[in-house]
């Protein structure tokens, strides 16, 4: 595996499911992000680790839970979603530090699907 | 203030057509600009970035930024229909170094073969 993975690819599920997107990156950078991308609607950055470390988290309802258990996977637990709540989630990491860019690297993304 | 405007199209234009892509932005602190691309079912890839005012050229790609006019610009030379993708521009938010980017929504581009 190369880059950045997500799985599932597409998931549905009821308003009272829980279910887990998961985030693997092979890159060795030290930050991953949570992104969510609605249809005309910019990029939404809901969450961000930094070094394990959750640094930010823009004020994204509970409903959404994020762990970071190393520096290579990430994973966002979903309970009680509402169907707004529908998009695609998009994974990403980068290599933050001396001389950082700003870019970062993305996963193919989960597209969810709140019934 | 962190926002970054963009026409979400659709953009279609016929191969071989020259392409402009076009961002504002609000913000005079923003140092540097990125054009990610974002393919049918995939995730945004960098295309490039650029560093306050000026032009960068690569390839068929030429990214310019007019910091006077706060206007961000990409331009596709003799399109090919394999440049059908979205194309998001973006700036770090807070500096240079920043956690976060600001996305543009994005503009949809169809190259008609």
């Known amino acids: 595996e190369t880059g950045v993975t997500q799985t599932p690819r597409h998931l549905v599920m009821g308003m009272t499911n829980k279910k887990s997107l998961k985030c693997e990156q092979h890159l060795g950078h030290n930050a991953m992000y949570w992104y969510k991308q609605s249809a005309k609607k910019p990029l939404e950055l809901m969450f961000v680790?930094?070094?394990?470390?959750?640094?930010e988290n823009n004020s994204v309802p509970s409903r959404f839970s994020p762990e970071c258990p190393n520096s290579s996977h990430l994973f966002l637990h979903l309970h009680t979603l509402q169907p707004e709540d529908s998009a695609l989630y998009l994974c990403?990491?980068?290599?933050?530090?001396?001389?950082?860019?700003?870019?970062?690297?993305f996963g193919e993304g989960s597209r969810l699907t709140v019934l | 203030q962190k926002e970054v405007e963009q026409d979400p199209g659709p953009l279609s234009v016929p191969e071989g057509a020259i392409v402009s892509l076009n961002c504002t932005y609000s913000n005079s602190a923003f140092q540097y600009f990125m054009w990610y691309r974002q393919y049918s079912r995939k995730g945004p890839e960098l295309l490039m970035y650029t560093y306050s005012s000026g032009n960068k050229e690569d390839g068929r790609f030429t990214a310019q930024v007019d910091k006077s006019s706060k206007y961000i610009s990409l331009f596709i030379r003799d399109s090919q229909p394999s440049d059908s993708a979205t194309y998001l521009c973006?700036?770090?938010?807070?500096?240079?170094?920043?956690?976060?980017?600001?996305f543009g929504k994005g503009t949809k581009l169809s190259v008609i073969p």
């Open positions: 990403a990491s980068s290599q933050v530090g001396l001389g950082y860019t700003g870019e970062l690297f």
């Open positions: 973006a700036t770090p938010y807070s500096g240079a170094g920043s956690y976060q980017l600001t």
């Open positions: 680790y930094s070094l394990e470390e959750r640094v």
